[in-house]
C-alpha cells in the first residue's frame, strides 16, 4: 500500500490491464485524505499522481530564493496577481449521475464523500450540462420550439429531475 498521513486511509490499488492503476472505492471502503491545512509562508504542500501508481501523495517543500539544483525551473510572481480562484470541482454529467446511481447508497455516499468531503478532495464547486452533452444517452434540448422567446414550450426532461436536479 502507498504511505499515508496518519488519520488518512490509504488507496487500495486496482490495475484493470490498462497501464495504470486507479483506487478501490466501494460499499465498505474508500481511500481518504486529511484535511487540506495552508502551509507555513515561504512553503508548499503538492500533491502528486501517476500512472504508476501515486495517489494524491502529499509532500511539502519550501520556496528558494534561487535555484541550487538543476532541474525544473518554477518561477513565482507574488506581487502580480492575475485571478482570483473561486474553488475546485467537476461535472455531472448525464453519464456521471447514471453511473452514480446505479451504485448502492453506502457505495454512492462513499464516493461522493471522497469528492466533496474534508476526508476526500474537498471539492466545491460542480458544473451541470444544460440539456444534452455529448455524455447524455439521448439527444434532447428543453425547448425545440422555433420562435418560442417566452419559454412556454421550455420543459425539464426525466434526466434533468432524477439525475442533476
Given at each position: 500500500?502507498?504511505p499515508?498521513l ?7 490499488p486496482?490495475d484493470f490491464g490498462?497501464?495504470?492503476?486507479v ?6 471502503y474508500?481511500d ?8 507555513v509562508?515561504?512553503s508548499?504542500?503538492?500533491?502528486e ?21 538543476p ?6 510572481n507574488i506581487?502580480?496577481?492575475?485571478q ?5 470541482g467537476g461535472?455531472l454529467?448525464?453519464?456521471a ?10 457505495a454512492q ?8 468531503s474534508?476526508?476526500?478532495i ?8 444544460m ?5 447524455s444517452v439521448?439527444?434532447y434540448s ?6 418560442d422567446?417566452?419559454l412556454?414550450h421550455f420543459?425539464l ?5 432524477k439525475?442533476?436536479?
Amino acid at each position: 500500500t502507498l504511505p499515508c498521513l496518519p488519520g488518512a486511509r490509504p488507496c487500495i490499488p486496482k490495475d484493470f490491464g490498462h497501464g495504470s492503476v486507479v483506487c478501490v472505492c466501494n460499499a465498505t471502503y474508500c481511500d481518504t485524505l486529511d484535511p487540506l491545512v495552508l502551509p507555513v509562508v515561504g512553503s508548499y504542500v503538492k500533491y502528486e499522481s501517476s500512472k504508476a501508481g501515486k495517489r494524491l501523495e502529499r509532500s511539502e517543500g519550501r520556496f528558494q530564493s534561487s535555484l541550487r539544483t538543476p532541474g525544473l525551473l518554477l518561477t513565482l510572481n507574488i506581487s502580480t496577481l492575475y485571478q482570483k480562484v473561486k474553488g475546485f470541482g467537476g461535472s455531472l454529467s448525464d453519464a456521471a449521475a447514471m453511473n452514480i446511481l446505479k451504485l448502492s447508497q453506502p457505495a454512492q455516499d462513499n464516493l461522493l464523500r471522497s469528492y466533496f468531503s474534508e476526508s476526500g478532495i474537498e471539492y466545491n464547486l460542480i458544473r451541470v450540462p444544460m440539456a444534452c452533452s455529448d455524455f447524455s444517452v439521448r439527444p434532447y434540448s428543453y425547448d425545440d420550439v422555433p420562435d418560442d422567446y417566452e419559454l412556454k414550450h421550455f420543459r425539464l426532461v426525466d434526466e434533468d429531475v432524477k439525475m442533476k436536479v
